[in-house]
């Protein structure tokens, strides 16, 4: 059934530069960053993580880390751990600590198969939603989520109800669409069909933040006991 059982997922943004090769893992630059990745995948309650480059600003790296409790991960950035994640980074970052955002939400999936975030699909459209009624923002996106599907490239949607702010808005939805490029998504927004049924999205808002497009295209996942 969908929506899935939501998620605690972490969502952190840290500040890598951009001609950090950390994708190789025969580099220096690989070699930090896999050790930060096993930093992440060794605390209490790993599901599982993906990360990725943001398409528009790839001097940004977004990492998602998935576990059992939201309790989990505030555990995580309050441990000595957290602040290794820091010192190790730090030679390929391009600015300071106090820079890495660090964000929860409670993920779900809304559509079969969806390879969202990092589960196959090229490139992830993403935005922010500053809901103003609960209830009317959630039935607006479940009608959504019936509809973007259908567009030529949609490789599948999650998202779910933010835990933090957003410039001051309590209420916060973070959504995420695969696509198979970035101009399939832009050129839907040019069309007929959008036109006429994006009125979807500006019901029981007052807008959006931080549109943009992540490449998830490394993923970990916790390995299954056999039994």
């Known amino acids: 059934m969908y929506p899935t059982p939501a998620a605690p997922t972490q969502m952190i943004i840290f500040p890598i530069k951009e001609e ?11 070699q930090i960053w896999a050790r930060v990745v096993e930093i992440l995948q060794g605390w209490e309650g790993f599901y599982r993580l993906y990360w990725g480059r943001h398409v528009e600003e790839p001097e940004f790296t977004e990492i998602h880390i998935v576990r059992d409790t939201i309790h989990q991960h505030y555990s995580f950035v309050a441990s000595k751990q957290w602040a290794e994640v820091a010192r190790i980074l730090a030679p390929i970052c391009h600015d300071e ?11 779900s999936d809304f559509t079969p198969d969806a390879k969202s975030l990092g589960k196959g699909a090229p490139f992830t459209g993403t935005a922010i939603y500053l809901a103003t009624d609960t209830d009317g923002w959630e039935k607006a996106w479940a009608l959504w989520t019936t ?5 030529q490239g949609c490789m599948g949607v999650t998202g779910g109800w933010m835990l933090e702010p957003v410039d001051g808005h309590p209420q916060c939805y973070i959504v995420y669409v695969g696509w198979e490029s970035t101009e399939l998504h832009d050129a839907y927004h040019h069309t007929k069909d959008f036109y006429r049924k994006s009125i979807v999205l500006q019901l029981h808002n007052r807008g959006w933040r931080e549109y943009r497009h992540v490449s998830f295209k490394h993923s ?3 390995r299954e006991a056999n039994l």
């Not at 600590?97 to 993920?107: C, E, Q």
């Not at 509809?147 to 567009?151: G, K, T």
Request: hydrophobic letters at 45%; zero cysteines.
């Open 20 to 30: 950090a090769k950390i994708d190789d893992a025969s580099t220096h630059e690989g």
């Open 97 to 107: 600590p106090s820079s890495f955002v660090v964000r929860h939400a409670m993920i």
């Open 147 to 151: 509809i973007v599907p259908n567009v």
């Open 220 to 222: 970990r996942a916790k």
